[in-house]
């Protein structure tokens, strides 16, 4: 277990990501352009869809998460993803509990408050770790997922779930929830526009507009599309304070992507630092990571 420990980012030539959306890179087959980007309001949960609450224990910690099935929401098989189509926000990933049980601990040793923060998951799928910014306070707390049906079928319902029995009443956060490409959703997301905009911008009104916290787990397995996920992080993220962080796979086997690979990407353009926060090496998995991204 290793805890905020600096790592000197590593680059090499031939790692060019694509720019386009394949999931592997020019052999695989072009995929479909993506679903619109929309907000899904809370009141568009799913009521056809049968959603069974389970306990998720998290070193002394309990949240609540729903299962559902994949093929009763997207009409698909039950898959860990389908490329373009469906990208696994149906299932619980590792990551999404290695970042809760972080930002936790980050908590704990003073180094990361969410109270009164704009904090935005990416990829959320089950939002456990938007959920725990919730529990603690956030002010606003945004939900981002590529598909609109996982946001319906399981993340609202898990935020109702989690706030309606834990959440103090003084300090219930506002959340809204997105759906879309990674590519376009930032014309969607309220504090994405004019931080867009004042990217270089260190005024005051630059710095308001934006997420004081990203966070995101399990998303930079596919290399196709860890350029307008760094893209996005830009334009969203609280310059100069704003922080990220990112749980993932060391590496993603058959997939090419992974933490190292996509802190190589950040490294090349030299505009942010990262910060090892924590690893799992448990035997039992790949190894697993937790970093945290802020501007240099």
Not at 52 to 59: A, G, I, K, Q, S
Request: net charge negative; glycine share 10%.
């Amino acid at each position: 277990m290793a805890t905020n420990t600096s790592f000197q980012l590593f680059s090499s030539s031939k790692d060019k990501p694509s720019l386009g959306l394949g999931f592997l890179e020019s052999s695989e087959p072009q995929l479909p352009p993506p679903p619109p980007s929309v907000e899904v309001l809370s009141s568009e949960v799913s009521s056809s869809v049968k959603y069974t609450v389970e306990p998720v224990n998290l070193d002394g910690l309990t949240l609540l998460k729903g299962r559902v099935s994949t093929k009763e929401v997207l009409g698909l098989p039950n898959s860990d993803l389908v490329p373009g189509i469906y990208e696994g926000g149906l299932k619980l990933w590792e990551g999404s509990l290695d970042l809760v049980k972080a930002l936790r601990s980050e908590i704990q040793n003073g180094c990361l408050s969410f109270e009164g923060k704009r904090v935005l998951e990416l990829g959320c799928g089950h939002g456990l770790p938007g959920i725990f910014a919730c529990l603690e306070s956030a002010a606003e707390v945004h939900f981002q997922d590529f598909n609109a049906e996982v946001l319906r079928c399981l993340t609202i319902p898990n935020v109702n779930a989690n706030l309606l029995e834990k959440a103090k009443p003084e300090t219930v956060s506002e959340v809204r929830f997105f759906a879309g490409d990674w590519g376009e959703i930032h014309q969607l997301l309220p504090h994405a526009r004019e931080s867009e905009i004042n990217l270089t911008s260190s005024s005051e009104h630059g710095q308001a507009s934006a997420y004081d916290v990203i966070l995101m787990a399990e998303t930079i397995y596919s290399i196709s599309a860890q350029r307008n996920l760094y893209g996005l992080i830009k334009k969203c993220m609280n310059q100069p304070n704003g922080v990220v962080y990112l749980a993932g796979k060391k590496h993603y086997f058959g997939v090419g992507g992974g933490t190292r690979q996509f802190l190589s990407m950040l490294e090349k353009e030299g505009v942010m630092a990262a910060t090892l926060v924590t690893e799992v090496a448990d035997g039992s998995s790949n190894v697993r990571e937790v970093w945290k991204l802020s501007y240099k």
